[in-house]
């Protein structure tokens, strides 16, 4: 296996052109910023799509949900790496702090939302496992954070309706700490 070639893309961040090996500064890296916090992603959907895990960290402000709570039928970890972080896991509410781990095995309802006084940064890792199955609750302790739907879904497109329009952009200065 060779190093996959990195090269600007049309907002100036790194992003891979072929499979491979690599290495990319998150700060280097595209960002999603939208309604629900602001994502570092480091693969290339269209030339280098990691085919088993995918990887990303988000920065949450204070009350900004990751996602909308869901299940899905592949394991999924997440590390808080800065701040605090609520995470509603089987309609319970536990806080999370710097360095708390989650394990999340298949078909376990979650989402975590931003909290304390600033922002939080959490490194999340999914397993791809197949076809992507997707189910997001109705569940009131996640509605009452503004983090899930209002009627049962398996379809994202519906689920994230209202919530289309974030931008791509290169890192800010300040989202990461250090």
């Known amino acids: 296996m060779t190093e996959a070639r990195l090269a600007e893309d049309e907002r100036g961040a790194l992003v891979p052109q072929e499979d491979?090996?690599?290495?990319?500064?998150?700060?280097?890296?595209?960002?999603?910023?939208?309604?629900?916090?602001?994502?570092?992603?480091?693969?290339?959907?269209?030339a280098a799509r990691f085919p088993q895990v995918g990887i990303n960290i988000k920065v949450l402000e204070p009350g900004q949900p990751l996602c909308f709570y869901h299940r899905e039928n592949a394991q999924e970890d997440f590390l808080v790496l800065a701040g605090e972080c609520l995470?509603?896991?089987?309609?319970?509410e536990r806080p999370l702090r710097q360095w708390d781990f989650f394990h999340c095995p298949a078909n376990v309802d979650h989402v975590f939302v931003g909290?304390?006084?600033?922002?939080?940064?959490?490194?999340?890792?999914?397993?791809?496992?197949?076809?992507?199955?997707?189910?997001?609750p109705a569940e009131p302790t996640a509605q009452r954070h503004g983090a899930a739907v209002e009627v049962e879904t398996t379809n994202p497109d519906e689920a994230y309706a209202a919530y289309r329009g974030g931008r791509w952009g290169r890192y800010e200065e300040g989202w990461l700490p250090g």
């Open 115 to 136: 909290a304390g006084t600033g922002r939080s940064v959490v490194l999340a890792v999914g397993a791809r496992a197949g076809p992507e199955q997707l189910v997001y």
């Open 87 to 92: 995470l509603i896991v089987e309609g319970e």
């Open 20 to 46: 491979g090996w690599f290495v990319l500064n998150a700060r280097e890296a595209p960002w999603g910023i939208g309604h629900f916090g602001k994502t570092c992603v480091f693969e290339n959907e269209e």
